[in-house]
């Protein structure tokens, strides 16, 4: 789901490298000196191990998947190019080494932990490697490290984890060794917001660790915001993507409502953010998918469960956000019902099947429950997709269609547009779900 935001909200209480902080270690000389261990080397955790090489800082790149590293070392990975070349040069240089073994983590001055938190089927918070990577570093952590949490988690993650299994190790919070929450920001395949243009927050266990921290944050953000606790931080990312979930689940009923108006609801949108104030746009789309919106927001339903409170607002959008999938699975048994067409053997084109424009990701896309469903029916399903030459769908390696023209379709589904894609061999004969209202109705191209 695309925001398309307009504005730049700037806290109120933010700064960039302030006098004080400019005399403590990395913050004047960007990371000058600082050997970095950066744990997990997603898509968080390479980019962000990029960026602080690129402020200076040497780096240690830890993750349990060899094949992961290797992807690494030979740069097939999902990033924008300038992150590539960066890539490429990070993994001949001295500076940037690679391992799979936590031991690593005791060489160095400063460790960011970027693990992946999932949810299961059940929507259920899955802290396995979270866990696994904490207790890792908790056991080769030493006298004056600072570590740094960047993975979404329930609100207490830090101090469960980490604060309080350091503690009871010997190691003193605050004086042997600095712990601080810093939420990630990464906004994968759009280059208008990588972590250098990106304001970070944060909050410490402690006043010391949060000095610690805001100095190290710094060195690779346009400026850092404070807050008192390493929980209010955990929350903040909580907020962030929770809101970003019921106004996802908004932008679709609304946008449905249109359509059952006659209205096309691009424009509704676009004249609505004119407004200067009080308004940011969301776009409807196919549902969600990737890191954040589809698990985040049920890390905190599943945490106010505990306490016995209520969160009516945000339990029905992610409900609707589950069901979308299946109302475009809807409209598409729909449209070649009115055209005489049976499911059973019709051939279905899905067009873009990343969870998002300009990545080639895939995880929790809604492509796959759409692909999975119609495939089911006994349609004969493929797909297009420049990013994805091959995925496993229903258990099967299936490969992308990289000539849609040259193939009868009984309906074509549009999912996603990567910049770019083609669509001039759609013709008035074509039937079209377009799930995101993305194409003019008058010219029959995304806008």
Same mark, same amino acid.
């Given at each position: 789901?695309?925001?398309?935001? =307009?504005?730049?909200? /700037?806290?109120?209480?933010?700064?960039?490298?302030?006098?004080?902080?400019?005399? *403590? =270690?990395?913050?004047?000389?960007? !990371?000058? @000196?600082?050997?970095?261990?950066?744990? @997990?080397?997603?898509?968080?955790?390479?980019?962000?191990?990029?960026?602080?090489?690129?402020?200076?800082?040497?780096?240690?790149?830890?993750?349990?998947?060899?094949?992961?590293?290797?992807?690494?070392?030979?740069?097939?990975?999902?990033?924008?190019?300038?992150? !590539?070349? *960066?890539?490429?040069?990070?993994?001949?240089?001295?500076?940037?080494?690679?391992?799979?073994?936590?031991?690593?983590?005791?060489?160095?001055?400063?460790?960011?932990?970027?693990?992946?938190?999932? /949810?299961?089927?059940?929507?259920?918070?899955?802290?396995?490697?979270?866990?696994?990577?904490?207790?890792?570093?908790? #056991?080769?952590? #030493?006298? @004056?490290?600072?570590?740094?949490?960047?993975?979404?988690? $329930?609100?207490?993650?830090?101090?469960?984890?980490?604060? +309080?299994?350091?503690?009871?190790?010997?190691?003193?919070?605050?004086?042997?060794?600095?712990?601080?929450?810093?939420?990630?920001?990464?906004?994968?395949?759009?280059?208008?917001?990588?972590?250098?243009?990106?304001?970070?927050?944060?909050?410490?266990?402690?006043? #010391?660790?949060?000095?610690?921290?805001?100095?190290?944050?710094?060195? %690779?953000?346009? $400026?850092?915001?404070?807050?008192?606790?390493? +929980?209010?931080? +955990?929350?903040?990312?909580?907020?962030?993507? %929770?809101?970003?979930?019921?106004?996802?689940?908004?932008?679709?009923?609304?946008?449905?409502?249109?359509?059952?108006?006659?209205?096309?609801?691009?424009?509704?949108?676009?004249?609505?953010?004119?407004?200067?104030?009080?308004?940011?746009?969301?776009?409807?789309? =196919?549902?969600?998918?990737?890191?954040?919106?589809?698990?985040?927001?049920?890390?905190?339903?599943?945490?106010?469960?505990?306490?016995?409170?209520?969160?009516?607002?945000?339990?029905?959008?992610?409900?609707?956000?589950?069901?979308?999938?299946?109302?475009?699975?809807?409209?598409?048994?729909?449209?070649?019902?009115?055209?005489?067409?049976?499911?059973?053997?019709?051939?279905?084109?899905?067009?873009?099947?990343?969870?998002? +424009?300009? /990545?080639?990701?895939?995880?929790?896309?809604?492509?796959?429950?759409? $692909?999975?469903?119609?495939?089911?029916?006994?349609?004969?399903?493929?797909?297009?997709?420049?990013?994805?030459?091959?995925?496993?769908?229903?258990?099967?390696?299936?490969?992308?269609? %990289?000539? =849609?023209?040259?193939?009868?379709?009984?309906?074509?589904?549009?999912?996603?547009?990567?910049? @770019?894609?083609?669509?001039?061999?759609?013709?008035?004969? %074509?039937?079209?779900?377009?799930?995101?209202?993305?194409?003019?109705?008058?010219?029959?191209?995304?806008?």
């Amino acid at each position: 789901m695309d925001t398309r935001s =307009p504005h730049a909200v /700037v806290p109120a209480q933010s700064y960039s490298a302030p006098p004080r902080l400019a005399e *403590q =270690p990395g913050a004047q000389f960007g !990371l000058r @000196g600082r050997r970095v261990a950066v744990v @997990g080397l997603g898509y968080v955790g390479l980019p962000t191990a990029l960026a602080l090489r690129e402020a200076g800082a040497g780096i240690i790149g830890i993750d349990v998947s060899t094949a992961r590293l290797e992807d690494i070392r030979t740069c097939q990975v999902d990033l924008q190019p300038q992150h !590539l070349a *960066q890539t490429a040069e990070a993994v001949r240089a001295p500076d940037f080494h690679l391992t799979d073994d936590p031991a690593a983590v005791e060489a160095v001055d400063t460790v960011v932990l970027c693990v992946p938190t999932p /949810v299961d089927r059940h929507k259920v918070p899955d802290l396995g490697m979270l866990s696994a990577a904490c207790a890792a570093v908790v #056991r080769h952590a #030493r006298k @004056g490290q600072l570590i740094v949490l960047t993975s979404t988690s $329930y609100v207490g993650t830090t101090r469960d984890m980490l604060v +309080e299994p350091l503690e009871a190790r010997g190691l003193a919070v605050g004086t042997d060794i600095f712990v601080a929450f810093a939420p990630e920001r990464i906004d994968p395949g759009n280059p208008a917001h990588g972590q250098e243009r990106t304001p970070r927050v944060f909050g410490g266990a402690d006043p #010391r660790s949060a000095d610690r921290a805001a100095a190290f944050l710094s060195a %690779t953000a346009p $400026y850092v915001h404070r807050l008192a606790s390493a +929980e209010a931080a +955990e929350m903040t990312k909580l907020w962030e993507n %929770t809101f970003r979930a019921v106004n996802i689940a908004l932008a679709n009923e609304l946008s449905d409502g249109c359509q059952a108006l006659g209205l096309d609801p691009h424009p509704v949108i676009e004249a609505a953010a004119t407004k200067p104030f009080g308004f940011m746009p969301f776009y409807p789309g =196919p549902g969600v998918g990737g890191h954040c919106i589809p698990c985040d927001p049920h890390y905190l339903l599943w945490q106010l469960r505990t306490t016995q409170a209520e969160s009516p607002l945000v339990e029905t959008a992610m409900r609707a956000i589950a069901r979308r999938p299946g109302s475009v699975v809807s409209q598409v048994v729909e449209r070649l019902a009115r055209a005489g067409t049976p499911v059973a053997g019709a051939r279905i084109l899905i067009v873009g099947i990343a969870y998002k +424009e300009e /990545v080639a990701d895939l995880r929790e896309s809604p492509a796959l429950e759409i $692909y999975g469903r119609l495939a089911a029916a006994g349609a004969r399903v493929a797909y297009a997709d420049p990013l994805v030459p091959t995925a496993r769908l229903g258990g099967t390696l299936v490969e992308a269609v %990289t000539d =849609p023209a040259a193939e009868e379709w009984d309906l074509v589904v549009i999912h996603t547009l990567h910049r @770019g894609t083609d669509l001039s061999w759609l013709d008035e004969n %074509t039937a079209v779900v377009d799930v995101g209202h993305r194409l003019s109705a008058a010219e029959g191209l995304p806008r």
